[in-house]
């Protein structure tokens, strides 16, 4: 190769490399990303089949319901029905007696025969103390 054949290949990559180094200048001096807004405030009733499901017994969220991470707590429980009056059902555990609300379990047709003596296993959340069942089996 020739003087001036490494002379232009040379020539080629500090141009190459001064571009490259411009670009970057020009995106470091420009202001700082804004930092991700955070999520929007919970709004209306939640509704758990609009944020997840359940696999075995496990809850899997599909992302849409952010704004609920830290106001819901997913969980099964299970027991003996002992009382029932209109959405609140009454059930019997080992050590304790809970009361939960099945008004979304009912309005998703997911709670079979609401009756005492029935052992049941109820998937839901809890928001606020309360145990909201979305499905009774």
């Avoid at 411009?22 to 509704?47: D, F, T």
């Avoid at 003596?117 to 103390?129: A, D, E, I, K, P």
Wanted: glycine letters at 8%.
């Amino acid at each position: 190769m020739t003087a001036s054949g490494r002379e232009s290949i040379m020539k080629r990559i500090l141009l190459t490399l001064a571009t490259a180094l411009l670009c970057c200048s020009a995106a470091l001096a420009q202001e700082p990303a804004a930092s991700p807004a955070p999520p929007p405030a919970a709004s209306g009733p939640y509704v758990d089949a609009n944020c997840g499901t359940w696999v075995n017994d496990e809850w899997v969220p599909n992302g849409s319901c952010t704004a609920y991470v830290t106001i819901i707590r997913h969980d099964s429980l299970s027991g003996t029905i002992t009382k029932v009056q209109g959405h609140l059902v009454t059930i019997q555990q080992t050590a304790r007696t809970l009361d939960i609300n099945d008004q979304p379990a009912l309005d998703r047709k997911q709670s079979g025969k609401v009756a005492v003596g029935r052992h049941v296993v109820s998937y839901g959340y809890w928001q606020n103390g309360t145990f909201y069942a979305s499905a009774i089996y």
